[in-house]
T-cell receptor
Framework: KAGVTQTPRYLIKTRGQQVTLSCSPI?????VSWYQQTPGQGLQFLFE???????NKGNFPGRFSGRQFSNSRSEMNVSTLELGDSALYLC???????????FGDGTRLSIL | GIQVEQSPPDLILQEGANSTLRCNFS?????LQWFHQNPWGQLINLFY???GTKQNGRLSATTVATERYSLLYISSSQTTDSGVYFC??????????FGAGTRLTVKP
């Protein structure tokens, strides 16, 4: 069974731009969660999607948004990028949301 | 929100040694998971263990939910065990809160 796939693996953007990251969950998994990992703040929860609905949301500004498609694939979008958005963005999938989460390899976003 | 504290923050072992990592959390939870992040940044799920004890090879974990802590045991450590170990919890399956992690270095 294929694991969680995140694309792209690396991305370089400049301040003020926007970016879209993609996550394909394990086949059959309906819950997709997004996390931001930085050296200063550690791993922080962004949001969780289940059956195309945002079910939980972390404490991030509205510039961070996401969506989930009918095939459970998910995208997250960050608008008006700031230097502090430089981070490793991780996606995790699970069957329903309260089972073991399986992570993708992440997208490393650098803001210049 | 729930606070998650992991100890120790850093641990250096010789190959073959045993270790215990601890995770304390500030509220009742119904979801607790242990993860290993390897030096390449990949996060691997080790255990889903909101309560009780589980074992998987050289690793085992115990969660005492009533006392709000979980322990991860690593026996006969190997250099490939190096990396950062994270505990993550959630209450009512809301957002997962991660601890700051324990950085383990196993020397040959």
């Amino acid at each position: 069974k294929a694991g969680v796939t995140q694309t792209p693996r690396y991305l370089i953007k400049t301040r003020g731009q926007q970016v879209t990251l993609s996550c394909s969950p394990i086949s059959g998994h309906r819950s997709v969660s997004w996390y931001q990992q930085t050296p200063g703040q550690g791993l922080q929860f962004l949001f969780e999607y289940f059956s195309e609905t945002q079910r939980n949301k972390g404490n991030f500004p509205g510039r961070f948004s996401g969506r989930q498609f009918s095939n459970s694939r998910s995208e997250m979008n960050v608008s008006t990028l700031e230097l502090g958005d430089s981070a490793l963005y991780l996606c995790a999938s699970s069957l329903w949301g309260d089972q073991p989460q399986h992570f993708g390899d992440g997208t490393r976003l650098s803001i210049l | 929100g729930i606070q998650v504290e992991q100890s120790p923050p850093d641990l250096i072992l010789q190959e073959g040694a045993n270790s215990t990592l601890r995770c304390n959390f500030s509220d009742s939870v119904n979801n607790l998971q242990w993860f290993h992040q390897n030096p390449w940044g990949q996060l691997i799920n080790l255990f889903y263990i909101p309560s009780g004890t589980k074992q998987n090879g050289r690793l085992s974990a115990t969660t005492v939910a009533t006392e709000r802590y979980s322990l991860l045991y690593i026996s006969s450590s190997q250099t490939t065990d190096s990396g950062v170990y994270f505990c993550a919890v959630a209450k009512n399956n809301n957002d997962m809160r991660f601890g700051a992690g324990t950085r383990l270095t196993v020397k040959p």
